[in-house]
């Protein structure tokens, strides 16, 4: 099953994406995404066993820093 297209607009509500998402939303495959996160390169944090990607880490890495409503 796929989940729907992210989108900047649709993720401005959330606090984190998972590091599959945060890699669907840049282009990436899931293992160059992982890859990414292990060299620093997507800024991630670690709740437990969860890797997780700040939305506003990530929009900023974007240079996408318009206020969230």
Known sequence: MTSPALTLDSI???AVL???EAGNLLGLARA???ASAARGELPTRRFGR???VPVP???ALLGATEPLE
Do not use: D, F
Request: aromatic residues 6%; without cysteine.
């Open 12 to 14: 401005r509500g959330r």
């Open 18 to 20: 998972t590091v599959e």
């Open 57 to 59: 880490a990530l929009l």
């Open 32 to 34: 160059s995404a992982y």
């Open 50 to 52: 969860r890797l997780l």
